[in-house]
């Protein structure tokens, strides 16, 4: 049974930093991607970063100076530092996990930036 889990969602101000972490655990292995997405009410959930096995990294394009994902595929964790965060950044994250037995995703972890 594979469990993905996410941490870290807090309520800050614009401006301040949060860091988000995801573990996975279970049959999981030979994991090709990891990465969050985000979603707010109404809208299609949408991706922040990924990063690959071999460390290529993709960015969604508001988020790119501000944002920074890092992975470690043995250990099956991802995280994402977010700094300078705004009131657009609010939404639910959620944790992705690509291998080659299937792709998962966390519960969801949420986040909120006050004006």
């Known amino acids: 049974q594979v469990q993905v889990v996410e941490s870290g969602g807090d309520l800050v101000q614009t401006g301040e930093s949060l860091r988000l972490s995801c573990a996975a655990s279970?049959?999981?292995?030979?994991?090709?991607?990891m990465g969050w997405y985000r979603q707010t009410p109404g809208k299609q959930r949408e991706m922040v970063a990924t990063?690959?096995?071999?460390?290529?990294?993709n960015y969604k394009r508001s988020v790119r100076d501000r944002f920074t994902i890092s992975g470690d595929h043995v250990q099956k964790t991802v995280h994402l530092q977010m700094n300078n965060l705004e009131p657009e950044d609010t939404a639910v994250y959620y944790c992705?996990?690509?291998?080659?037995?299937?792709?998962?995703w966390g519960q969801g972890t949420s986040v909120t930036v006050s004006s």
């Open positions: 990063i690959t096995s071999g460390s290529i990294t």
């Open positions: 279970g049959n999981i292995d030979k994991i090709r991607r």
């Open positions: 992705y996990i690509e291998s080659d037995y299937g792709n998962f």
